[in-house]
């Protein structure tokens, strides 16, 4: 088969291949048949299988190795093709003078697929993933605010991420909810991507499937209940809104954060003004360009990295923030995109 046709196939695959104790840990699903490769992997979260016709010739076979070690042999290998056989106990890598065995496992010690009856099918676009940004990272170890919160009306959907601190939706839907399920984010991100930026999804909302380009990917919702968060933001309110140049307050902000990562916020009659909190590392203050609305004489600190990040998310020459007092969370709206963010209480 072609060495780089395979490594297409084994580049897919591998994306799901994380280090761990769980069964298929580090491990991948080598399977020839009826002239198709298919490679597959897994992790606790979600599993992936790829495949390309790219194995006329070949005799059939089906073995777990071990990921780093084939793909490195595979990489290493000079040759324009490769052929893959099972000798002695070992799988047999040959790429023209060259021939690497590895040991293998039979492939009985592989989970099988769960296969369920799906109830549900989705399309979720690459769009509906620009709110994530605010979801928890990896490190925090919340595998519910690491994930999206998926909610499917009559007409459209919405997509919200959450790590406690903000909120970020992406809503294409309106009307009477249908159902709603929670996923890892990691997992859908992968599967937007791997099908060319528009995920197919499969769902009885216990189980998801994407059949992508010459992919597979399957993941298991989240069971438990999704942070009630619709009440937070419902009662979002507005006594002060500054509308100000997207790019000029996206600069200040780069620079003050450089000082602190907490910035603080002035809005008077006259002016807008960004700062950070005391730092040893210097301070920074701007004057912005600013239309006020609404009350004045406000006085409210935010996560500048937050607050980039909301920013950065939107797209227009101008952005409205949305104030009500200095413990609200302030918001921001474009087009789909609602941005939330919680304040930071800053001491005088």
């Given at each position: 088969?072609n060495?780089?046709?395979?490594?297409?196939?084994?580049?897919k695959?591998?994306?799901?291949?994380?280090?761990?104790?769980?069964?298929?840990?580090?491990?991948l699903l080598l399977?020839v048949?009826s002239?198709?490769?298919?490679?597959?992997?897994?992790?606790?979260?979600?599993a992936?299988?790829?495949w390309?016709?790219?194995a006329?010739?070949?005799?059939?076979?089906?073995?777990?190795?071990?990921?780093?070690?084939?793909?490195?042999?595979?990489d290493?290998m000079?040759g324009?093709?490769?052929?893959?056989?099972?000798?002695?106990?070992?799988?047999?890598?040959?790429?023209?003078?060259t021939?690497?065995?590895?040991?293998?496992q039979?492939?009985?010690?592989?989970?099988?697929?769960?296969?369920?009856?799906?109830?549900?099918?989705?399309?979720?676009?690459?769009?509906?993933?620009?709110?994530?940004?605010?979801?928890?990272?990896?490190?925090?170890?919340n595998g519910l605010?690491?994930?999206?919160?998926?909610?499917?009306?009559e007409?459209?959907?919405?997509?919200t991420?959450?790590?406690?601190?903000?909120?970020?939706?992406?809503?294409f839907?309106?009307?009477?909810?249908?159902y709603?399920?929670?996923?890892?984010?990691?997992?859908?991100k992968?599967?937007v991507?791997?099908?060319?930026?528009?995920?197919?999804?499969?769902?009885?909302?216990?189980n998801?499937l994407?059949?992508?380009?010459?992919?597979?990917l399957?993941?298991?919702?989240?069971p438990?209940?999704?942070p009630?968060i619709?009440?937070?933001?419902?009662?979002?309110?507005?006594?002060?809104?500054i509308?100000?140049?997207?790019?000029?307050?996206?600069?200040?902000l780069?620079?003050?954060?450089?000082?602190?990562?907490?910035?603080?916020?002035?809005?008077?009659?006259?002016?807008?003004?960004?700062?950070?909190?005391?730092?040893?590392?210097g301070?920074?203050?701007?004057?912005?360009?600013?239309?006020?609305?609404?009350?004045?004489?406000?006085?409210i600190g935010?996560?500048?990295?937050?607050?980039?990040?909301?920013?950065?998310?939107?797209?227009?020459?101008?952005?409205?923030?949305?104030?009500?007092?200095?413990?609200?969370?302030?918001?921001?709206?474009?087009?789909?995109?609602?941005?939330?963010i919680?304040?930071?209480?800053?001491?005088?």
């Amino acid at each position: 088969m072609n060495r780089l046709e395979l490594k297409q196939v084994l580049k897919k695959a591998t994306r799901a291949v994380k280090d761990g104790f769980h069964s298929g840990a580090n491990s991948l699903l080598l399977q020839v048949k009826s002239g198709t490769l298919t490679i597959s992997a897994r992790n606790p979260i979600w599993a992936i299988r790829a495949w390309a016709d790219i194995a006329d010739g070949e005799k059939e076979l089906s073995c777990i190795v071990d990921a780093s070690l084939f793909n490195k042999v595979v990489d290493k290998m000079t040759g324009d093709n490769i052929k893959l056989s099972i000798s002695k106990g070992c799988l047999v890598i040959q790429s023209g003078k060259t021939k690497a065995n590895i040991p293998y496992q039979d492939d009985k010690k592989w989970p099988k697929s769960q296969s369920f009856k799906p109830l549900h099918r989705l399309d979720i676009s690459e769009k509906a993933l620009n709110c994530s940004h605010a979801l928890a990272k990896s490190e925090a170890r919340n595998g519910l605010l690491s994930s999206y919160h998926v909610e499917v009306f009559e007409d459209g959907y919405c997509l919200t991420a959450t790590d406690s601190k903000r909120i970020s939706v992406c809503c294409f839907g309106s009307g009477k909810l249908k159902y709603d399920f929670a996923i890892d984010g990691e997992f859908l991100k992968e599967a937007v991507t791997l099908s060319g930026g528009e995920a197919f999804l499969e769902t009885d909302t216990e189980n998801v499937l994407v059949v992508g380009n010459d992919v597979e990917l399957y993941a298991k919702t989240r069971p438990e209940r999704y942070p009630n968060i619709q009440s937070l933001l419902a009662s979002k309110k507005s006594t002060t809104a500054i509308t100000v140049n997207r790019k000029d307050f996206l600069e200040a902000l780069m620079v003050t954060t450089l000082m602190d990562n907490v910035i603080v916020i002035d809005i008077s009659e006259q002016n807008v003004i960004m700062s950070n909190k005391p730092s040893v590392k210097g301070d920074s203050h701007t004057e912005l360009p600013a239309v006020v609305e609404g009350k004045s004489n406000l006085r409210i600190g935010l996560e500048g990295s937050y607050m980039k990040d909301a920013i950065q998310a939107l797209k227009g020459e101008k952005i409205t923030l949305h104030f009500e007092h200095a413990k609200a969370p302030v918001y921001l709206e474009e087009g789909p995109q609602t941005e939330l963010i919680l304040p930071v209480i800053i001491r005088e």
